[in-house]
T-cell receptor, first 113, second 113 residues
């Protein structure tokens, strides 16, 4: 059973398009995240949701909008895609216990042409 | 401060060599510390963790000890294998309720046969 699953695995699209990435976790965790990993492997947190409420919203263009229909799902919608949005996007989840690690999905490689 | 520093990569070793990847962190409290591994084309997987000072995390022959006095969590393995080739990330959790993880920049390890 996949613990954190995200779709699609690859996404190739043109500038100006709107796209969504979906994420689901079956671990019963309360907190979900979106991270962006650039070509140098730097990981940057974008958003964090706890029980469907936004708790972290780093400096991210407002073209990026997370949506959490329930605590097992956190989707990422991106409007008006730009070349610089090309990256690997990772969904993750954790429990409320401060000792709990993050559990990551396998990533979505977004390529904007 | 709120940062994690890792040694710059890439690190290239021969099979069966000894591995050390240095990691230091800044913290106002006593966060949990983690090492994650990312194999090519995959998400980050938890490798090991330590939740308090002097704890030693270990897994798959890797070890790291939580050193409060030096604010360090260096990763070691006595004899690396080709299959250990990956990117390794040191990370700290927060000491606040909210799980704002901070990741180091990652260290790429290549093990040659």
């Amino acid at each position: 059973d996949t613990a954190v699953s995200q779709t699609p695995k690859y996404l190739v699209t043109q500038m100006g398009n709107d796209k969504s990435i979906k994420c689901e976790q079956n671990l019963g965790h309360d907190t979900m995240y979106w991270y962006k990993q650039d070509s140098k492997k730097f990981l940057k947190i974008m958003f964090s949701y706890n029980n469907k409420e936004l708790i972290i919203n780093e400096t991210v263009p407002n073209r990026f909008s997370p949506k959490s229909p329930d605590k097992a799902h956190l989707n990422l919608h991106i409007n008006s895609l730009e070349l610089g949005d090309s990256a690997v996007y990772f969904c993750a989840s954790s429990s409320r216990d401060k000792f709990s690690p993050l559990h990551f999905g396998n990533g979505t490689r977004l390529t904007v042409t | 401060g709120n940062s994690v520093t890792q040694m710059e990569g890439p690190v290239t070793l021969s099979e069966e060599a000894f591995l050390t990847i240095n990691c230091t962190y800044t913290a106002t409290g006593y966060p949990s510390l983690f090492w994650y591994v990312q194999y090519p084309g995959e998400g980050l997987q938890l490798l090991l963790k330590a939740t308090k000072a002097d704890d030693k995390g270990s897994n798959k022959g890797f070890e790291a000890t939580y050193r409060k006095e030096t604010t360090s969590f260096h990763l070691e393995k006595g004899s690396v294998q080709v299959s250990d080739s990956a990117v390794y990330f040191c990370a700290r959790g927060t000491d606040n309720y909210g799980q704002n993880f901070v990741f180091g920049p990652g260290t790429r390890l290549s093990v040659l046969p």
